[in-house]
T-cell receptor
Framework: DVKVTQSSRYLVKRTGEKVFLECVQD?????MFWYRQDPGLGLRLIYF???????EKGDIPEGYSVSREKKERFSLILESASTNQTSMYLC???FGQGDNEQFFGPGTRLTVL | GENVEQHPSTLSVQEGDSAVIKCTYS??????FPWYKQELGKGPQLIID?????GEKKDQRIAVTLNKTAKHFSLHITETQPEDSAVYFC??????????FGKGTMLLVSP
């Protein structure tokens, strides 16, 4: 079974802090994704990566950056956390082209105070 | 870019009833249409998908229909059970970039 793990289920940070959200997948998938999930807004793509050291902006990249130094690991970075970044963050991975199944992690509930 | 609209946002049914969730999309190049189910406390999981060369696909109690001319597709769940209660997301893939998701439908199945 494909497994996508995220470093924390719950995280509480203060405004202005630098926040790292880590995601690891164990199926050698080329593609990895970071989504943000908010009530009524569905899943919004922040960034995705189709290869090591490659990244593409999604629909809402402002205030976020990413890092993919190894194929299995994709990190989401909030350089200076703000209260409007309080949300559920979901990581996913997939093989090959965009018309393949995305496997999601359990999510990280981030609260910024 | 692609725009996906999903209705309804909330759907309540009695156990044993059928449930239908509908999505419309804007990009006629879209050729792949998956449906994901998100249970409480978990990430979304693919439950069924359909490609543009097929009009309908079934898997036990769930089915998806696609009307490419009208640019809409639907998820049908028959004989609903309490464990079907979840948030359901439709998505499309236009052949470039990545999936575009709808905003989700919360399905509540009452015993």
């Amino acid at each position: 079974d494909v497994k996508v793990t995220q470093s924390s289920r719950y995280l509480v940070k203060r405004t202005g802090e630098k926040v790292f959200l880590e995601c690891v997948q164990d199926m050698d998938h080329e593609n990895m994704f970071w989504y943000r999930q908010d009530p009524g807004l569905g899943l919004r793509l922040i960034y995705f990566s189709y290869d090591v050291k490659m990244k593409e902006k999604g629909d809402i990249p402002e205030g976020y950056s990413v890092s993919r130094e190894k194929k299995e690991r994709f990190s989401l970075i909030l350089e200076s956390a703000s209260t409007n970044q309080t949300s559920m963050y979901l990581c996913a991975s997939s093989f090959g082209q965009g018309d393949n199944e995305q496997f999601f992690g359990p999510g990280t509930r981030l609260t910024v105070l | 870019g692609e725009n996906v609209e999903q209705h309804p946002s909330t759907l309540s049914v009695q156990e044993g009833d059928s449930a239908v969730i509908k999505c419309t999309y804007s990009d006629s190049a879209s050729n792949y249409f998956p449906w994901y189910k998100q249970e409480l406390g978990k990430g979304p999981q693919l439950i069924i998908d359909i490609r543009s060369n097929v009009g309908e696909k079934k898997d036990q109690r769930i089915a998806v229909t696609l009307n490419k001319t009208a640019k809409h597709f639907s998820l049908h769940i028959t004989e609903t059970q309490p464990e079907d209660s979840a948030v359901y997301f439709c998505a499309t893939y236009p052949g470039y970039s990545t999936l575009t998701f709808g905003k989700g439908t919360m399905l509540l199945v009452s015993p």
